[in-house]
């Protein structure tokens, strides 16, 4: 008997266990909204629990246990909890007591982000696509919540950072996904060319493309002629009649600076103060005929500046950009000429899009420490009554912090005035575990040392020239990191998450390298063989990190390794050389290098980036005569850069010449190079040798510049580029 009643025991207290599992209650004639999200709400307290939880459609209510209330009911009355009159769109209502919980939500997806603002109070998280955080509960219980109407700071929120992409990770952090964006958008930024391509219009008519002040140039459009306004007209009408669902359409420039110049052109510029007057005209014109379509344009670079005596049309959108912005501060203080632009165009629209950058385009993989900076920003947009937010990070490429930049900005992005400390210590924790503190000390220091320095932060900045990455700040953290990870034996994600975070700094040593004289010695010391067997523990790292590409314009580690060997090669070459004392025929730009014509046999060749290590001339062409430490020589090589993005273009023919005497020269190699479209940078080295050394005091290299970018670039006409880096003589 004794054991019957302990086991009617046992079945009682079960069943009371199972009695925890709220019940979510959905009225009779609920919204699909509401349906969906009670449905994801029923998917994660089960799988909290382990228990079925029961999902019911009616008017009774459970008369004793937990429950959730998704949506209006005719019964919330009997547990004291009342929808509101009205909520915004994706605004949501959340209120608990007494163990009943109401969720309410603006819109198809208010009520989808109140459960997850429940679900974070209960513990889960999603801190990117591959770690969430679903935590077991025996004996769940509801919080109890004072009446809470949560609506976002920005009614757009778009992240492009890699987890975003993740549509259930963008959903849950309550941002656009791809899927919405696909949805809404018809065209997306730099249309132009789609409005009135080049390749069909240039040839037969030139002038509907900008003039540059020497000749037609496809890089932009001609906003005074009423043929292209015709013309653009006609093109979106057909994209929309394909696309009818879409509501946003993007008229807006190409993403350069060869806007027209036309006297029409100029006399509008000067007459509205700003190119972005003569835009606007272009743009309203347009969208007059789409009054049932939201017509966005840019504030780029040359249109940034606000016009006057100019409204945008009430269905047009302005997309402001701050990619000019030092991002070491807050804008306010590190770019007051972007914060006057933004209070102008507040006060000529409502319908304001801040197209802000978090990222730092040619070093993904840098250390990049604007954290202090992002918070301030969105509080900015939106005390100027920002409407829509674009955060530009490192699109579907994972990079230095990205899980975790992406994880904050969701958050500020949604309420500004939350607290930054707060979230991240909360992603910390539960994303490196104990190894938290050691990132935490890694990043303040960081941003200490940036600010120490300046607090100079640029979009295009490398490590080679950032002061504020000391060897002293890199080793001290590299080692303290080093020692975390013995903390997470048994803690693989963990263990990768803090590789991820380390990565970076080793960059930043080996980046900098290469212009540090001793270190380079140092590498040339070794074999190539060596040199890598070295690099492929950075490849497997970056692999085993989900380090992608290394930079915007799709850089693998193993392409970075290979283009590293090579600079190395060069640079062992270089040591050799026997070239001195260059006197240039023609002047560098002074921009670069100072324009000194020591830069070519400083014995320190360039790479990727025209700014370090290379002299550049612009619409001039290289012509050097070196002298020679030797009275020989059986060798001669020059190197040149390639960026056509940036007009730089390889010579379009090199000519080598030794002399006797510095007066006579004598002919020895020609190359010509021919000129093709190519986005990729590259560097090409020109070079002559003979078997036999020939008696020589000077050499002479010739280069001839093509003199301006080919007609079929985009800048065409403007005087273009080439660099040359070092005259190498052995």
Known sequence: MRFLILLSVL??????????TPTIMLAPNAQTADARAAHILQHYLEAMTGQKVALQTGLKVPSDGAVVFLGPHPNLRLVGLQVPPSMPDEAYFIHGKNNAFLIAGGGTLGSEYGVYDLLERLGCRKYSPRDSLIPHIDMLSLPDVPPRLEVPAFPYRELHYEPAFD?????????????????????????????????VYFDK???????????????????????????????????ITDNPEALYWSVSQNDNYDYCKCPRCAASDNRYGSPAGTLLDFVNSVAAEFPEKTISTLAYQYTRQAPVGILPASNVSICLCSIECNRGLPIAEGCPDFARDLAEWSRLTDQLMIWDYVVQFRSFVSPFPNWHTLQPNLRLFQNHGVRMVFEQGTGRDQSEFSDMRAYLLAKLMWNPQANMDSILLDFGKGYYGTAQPAVQDYIRDLTASMQAAGSQLWIYGIPQTEKFLTDTLLEKHLIAMLDA??????????????????????????????TDSVAIFDMLSDSPEQCREAFQIFIDNCQEAGFRNLHENGYSPEAYVSDFLAFLERQRTAAGSVAYAPELTFPAASIYANGDPNELTNRRVGES??????????????????????????????????????????????????????????????????????????????????????????????????????????????????FADEVVVR
């Open 11 to 20: 079945f009682r207290l079960t069943a009371d266990l199972e009695a925890q």
């Open 167 to 199: 549509a259930d990770w963008a959903r849950w952090h309550r941002l656009r996904t791809r899927a919405d964006k696909a949805r809404d958008w018809g065209m997306f930024v730099h249309t132009f060319r789609e409005l009135c391509p080049p390749e």
């Open 205 to 239: 008519h030139p002038e509907y493309f900008s003039w540059n002040g020497t000749q037609w140039s496809n890089g932009q459009l001609c906003l005074s002629n009423d043929t292209v306004r015709q013309l653009a007209i006609a093109a979106l009408r057909q994209k």
């Open 485 to 514: 990870k013995d903390m997470l034996q048994n803690d693989p994600v963990r263990q990768r998450h803090l590789l991820a975070a380390r990565l970076p700094m080793g960059f930043a040593r080996v980046e900098k390298a290469k």
């Open 609 to 722: 980036d025209y700014r370090y290590n290379w002299l550049g001339f612009q619409g001039e062409h290289l012509q050097a005569v070196v002298r020679l430490n030797s009275e020989t020589c059986k060798e001669i090589s020059v190197s040149f850069l390639q960026d056509q993005q940036s007009w730089v273009f390889l010579p379009r023919k090199v000519i080598f010449e030794t002399s006797l005497n510095g007066q006579y020269f004598e002919h020895v190699y020609e190359e010509s190079i021919d000129l093709v479209p190519d986005g990729q940078k590259a560097v090409r080295t020109i070079s002559w040798s003979v078997p036999k050394a020939r008696v020589a005091q000077y050499v002479r290299v010739t280069a001839y510049n093509h003199l301006t970018c080919p007609a079929w670039h985009s800048c065409n006409g403007n005087p273009c580029w080439i």
